[in-house]
């Protein structure tokens, strides 16, 4: 579990950045357009890329723990940047209408 997470001179977080404590087991990440909610996503997908070296993140007992984040980032990664329209999974039910669909 993350205890704390720090961002600073990365995206739209300056010099003075920004410290978010007291976090859950499950945590909603919330804010307008252009806030940098995808910033910390992206963070915490890769901790080591180099516009992070400012940013920190805190884990209880600390074992980092597998984290799967999902994104605008994700989608181009995994589905291109075709005309998909938003991150979704797909569930049994979703490939039964596929199998029906293909029959």
């Known amino acids: 579990m993350i205890k704390n997470i720090i961002i600073k001179n990365v995206s739209t977080y300056d010099n003075i950045g920004v410290e978010v404590n007291d976090l859950k087991k499950v945590n909603f990440i919330y804010g307008a357009n252009g806030s ?3 910033t910390i996503s992206n963070f915490l997908f890769n901790v080591s890329e ?8 805190d884990w209880q007992n600390t074992i980092r723990l597998n984290t799967l984040v999902y994104n605008k980032e994700f989608r181009e990664r995994n589905f291109g940047k075709g005309k ?10 979703t490939l039964m209408l596929i199998g029906f669909l293909l029959t």
């Open 36 to 38: 940098g909610k995808t």
């Open 50 to 57: 180099q516009k992070f070296n400012n940013c920190a993140v």
């Open 84 to 93: 998909l329209s938003g991150v979704f999974t797909l569930g049994e039910a």
